[in-house]
């Protein structure tokens, strides 16, 4: 099939010729036709597959068809995506594909001043796209005309819940009139998500692309067993001992992770940045943009800040923390092996994680390989502590060459490995030393 064959306006076909898109992706193919009829939609598909195209084309389309009939302009589409980057994303996406049209977008997001925000709520543009934070603020202030919108679409509506985002969602909603069509986009489907769909959807037909979680073919996925206090060192090590890491994505647990991951790789000259909550939105954008442009070598972010980021040629993703969600593992992973280029994904596993790694391995349905760092030195002598038991506040002094608070959180650990044997064995023949001992 090609794009010449789906329900779309010439307008924007042109533009999506011009996008050098050569044929629809599997979402865009069943999901084109059915949200051009107008009925309500439940997409299941992940990032990286083309389901921004899959909403954002035939809704433009039937847009630029009753434009002309329309001269009073309202807001006839609204959007809601839980992160500002996602947004951004959209946003971009939308001005691409109606460059050939005389359609108005405007984007509402948190993190900058709402001023511009207003002005555009106010003066009707064709198509809003928001996060559900600054546009409840907004709308509550009573900003914004929605009594024309005709379609709405909840993309990443999983994260929207696991954000905590549904009440706000459902104050807008009432603002909205009853009879709209309404396009609900989640990577999972499970019971919550269900009663999510019955709740804002009416008579959907459900599109779904590839099996539930399943993470692309082309991402080669490996497993690395390492102590918590060794996961910096081995994650220097690694983007050390190659060049292919060119293009890294660091996924942290919580923002002061994020926060002292940067600064060490930034110690050992790597050029990092990172990306969480409470980095300003001109913060994050830099980080992006400059991570996109070749400029940052590895960027570092927490499930949030990442979610539905697009970044082409995302060489590694690297699971610094195990994700907290299973689900999240296969979010993550999606950053690399976008549109069938080949990644990688390594996942580094504390003791503490192996039973959460059985979990992602039952979800994905298979093992995932363990594999050894070659040249690295794995510290069998330490005893098991996680992140949180280190102890606190002990001054060491660094080692050899090696400044800063990151590193003499090592140094000790470093120093007791010393002269002993260093070969790798695994996390059971470990505590079986300390037993033993
Ligand atoms: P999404 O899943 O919407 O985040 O899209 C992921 C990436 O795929 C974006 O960079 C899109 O520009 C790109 N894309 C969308 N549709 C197509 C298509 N039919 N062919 C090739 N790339 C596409």
């Not at 898109?21 to 939609?41: F, L, N, R, S």
């Not at 503490?352 to 790694?357: C, H, I, V």
Request: hydrophobic fraction near 35%.
């Amino acid at each position: 099939m090609n794009f010449s064959q789906l329900p779309l306006h010439e307008r924007i076909l042109k533009a999506v010729k011009d996008t050098g898109y050569t044929k629809p992706t599997p979402i865009q193919e069943q999901a084109i036709p059915k949200v051009a009829k107008g009925a309500d939609v439940i997409g299941i598909a992940q990032t990286g597959t083309g389901k921004t195209a899959a909403f954002t084309l035939p809704l433009l389309s039937k847009l630029v068809q009753s434009t002309e009939a329309n001269e009073e302009r309202n807001t006839r589409v609204l959007i809601i995506a839980p992160t500002r980057e996602l947004v951004e994303q959209i946003h971009e996406n939308i001005k691409i594909y109606c460059k050939y049209t005389n359609l108005r977008t405007g984007l509402i997001i948190g993190g900058i001043t709402d001023k511009g925000q207003i002005a555009k709520l106010n003066s009707g543009v064709d198509i809003i796209v928001a996060t559900p934070g600054r546009l409840l603020d907004l709308v509550s202030k009573g900003h914004g005309n929605f009594h024309k919108v005709q379609a709405l679409v909840l993309d990443e509506a999983d994260r929207m819940l696991d954000m905590g985002f549904i009440p706000d969602i459902r104050t807008v909603v009432k603002k909205l009139p009853k009879s709209k069509q309404t396009l609900f986009f989640s990577a999972t489907l499970n019971k919550q998500i269900e009663s999510l769909t019955k709740e804002f959807l009416n008579s959907p037909t459900l599109v779904e692309v590839e099996r539930r979680a399943s993470p692309a073919e082309t991402i080669h996925q490996t497993i690395h067993e390492v102590f918590e206090h060794q996961k910096t060192e081995l994650l220097e090590h690694l983007l050390e001992s190659s060049h292919e890491f060119y293009a890294v994505m660091v996924f942290a647990r919580t923002k002061l992770g994020c926060e002292e991951l940067t600064k060490a790789l930034k110690m050992e000259g790597i050029a990092t940045e990172a990306i969480h909550g409470d980095r300003s939105q001109g913060q994050r954008k830099r980080a992006l943009d400059e991570f996109k442009k070749g400029k940052l070598r590895v960027l570092v972010a927490t499930d949030v800040a990442a979610r539905g980021i697009d970044v082409e040629g995302v060489t590694h993703v690297i699971n610094y923390d195990f994700p907290e969600q299973s689900e999240d593992y296969i979010h993550r992973i999606g950053r690399t092996g976008r549109a069938g280029t080949k990644g990688v994904a390594i996942t580094f596993v504390t003791k503490a994680n192996l039973q959460s790694l059985k979990k992602v391995e039952k979800l994905i349905g298979k093992t995932l390989p363990r594999t050894n760092v070659e040249g690295f030195a794995y510290d069998n002598s330490a005893p098991e502590l996680t992140r949180d038991d280190r102890p606190r506040n002990k001054k060491v002094e660094p080692k050899s060459g090696r400044t800063g608070d990151h590193q003499n959180k090592f140094a000790n650990r470093k120093n007791n490995a010393q002269g002993r044997d260093l070969k790798r064995s695994s996390f059971k023949k470990s505590s079986n030393k300390r037993k033993r001992r």
